[in-house]
């Protein structure tokens, strides 16, 4: 039974998860794709690793880990993936996450992680931010929806993040101290470095701002991952998705969409 903060298909989000997201920078969430829907993207999911040419082999990301990360270039023709990046429930929380409706697509990834031998999780660290906080914002301009294709525990390799840890950035960059200052003794502790477990179809909403890692798959099937970001709506094209695919494909994927939802994809 996992304990997500918001639950399966979720009809509104509450002031206490709102305030998880803006206090903490990430939330835990139940199921958000239907079985029919789960069971479509999985089926593409493989159709892209089958691919091959697409994939990047992080050999070294773990010395004892192989990973494999592919960009929404070598999945932005797979209508079941990209489709599901109107998914009301997907939406809901990333409206959440940023402040505001008025948000667009910005990228996605696929991530496939599998231990080849096991390994000491204590001995890997890869604690970091994908940028450093400078100012103090209530809601980010940009999150990542990170969404499993199968029940995802700590023994599968989740992404840990510290329950607390952007707040004492917060009282850092207030008080003018460094911005780590206080944060390292938090990665130890239970407590504070919380696993992102959640159900297949469910997953994680979360800000690069806040420390986070990836941990090690223990469990010996591969952990199955799309992610979908969102950014706050601007007059200008914004995000890895606009940089790595053209006009045409963009359009493609906005034909997908309902015609309430194409103005996901901006400047079509």
Not at 47 to 76: M, N, Q, W, Y
């Amino acid at each position: 039974m996992f304990k997500t903060h918001i639950p399966s298909f979720v009809e509104s989000v509450t002031k206490e998860q709102d305030t998880q997201f803006t206090e903490n920078l990430f939330v835990t969430f139940g199921s958000v794709f239907d079985e029919e829907a789960l069971i479509e993207m999985r089926f593409a999911y493989e159709r892209i690793l089958d691919k091959g040419p697409f994939l990047d082999t992080r050999r070294g990301f773990l010395s004892h880990e192989r990973g494999r990360v592919v960009t929404v270039a070598g999945f932005c023709e797979e209508q079941d993936l990209m489709k599901q990046l109107c998914n009301p429930y997907l939406l809901k929380i990333a409206r959440m996450a940023l402040g505001t409706d008025d948000i667009i697509y910005s990228d996605g990834y696929l991530f496939w992680q599998r231990l080849l031998e096991r390994s000491d999780p204590e001995a890997w660290n890869g604690w970091h931010t994908d940028f450093v906080l400078n100012e103090r914002p209530v809601h980010p301009t940009h999150v990542n929806l990170w969404t499993y294709l199968d029940d995802i525990t700590s023994m599968e390799g989740p992404t840990q993040l510290l329950q607390g840890g952007i707040k004492r950035i917060r009282e850092n960059f207030d008080a003018g101290r460094e911005t780590m200052d206080g944060v390292d003794p938090m990665k130890k502790d239970p407590e504070h470095a919380l696993y992102m477990e959640a159900p297949a179809g469910g997953g994680f909403c979360f800000s690069g701002a806040c420390p986070h890692r990836a941990t090690i798959n223990q469990s010996g099937t591969p952990r199955r991952v799309v992610t979908y970001e969102f950014d706050v709506r601007t007059d200008q094209p914004h995000g890895r998705f606009y940089e790595v695919t053209n006009k045409d494909q963009q359009r493609k994927v906005a034909e997908w969409l309902p015609d309430e939802h194409k103005g996901l994809i901006l400047d079509i």
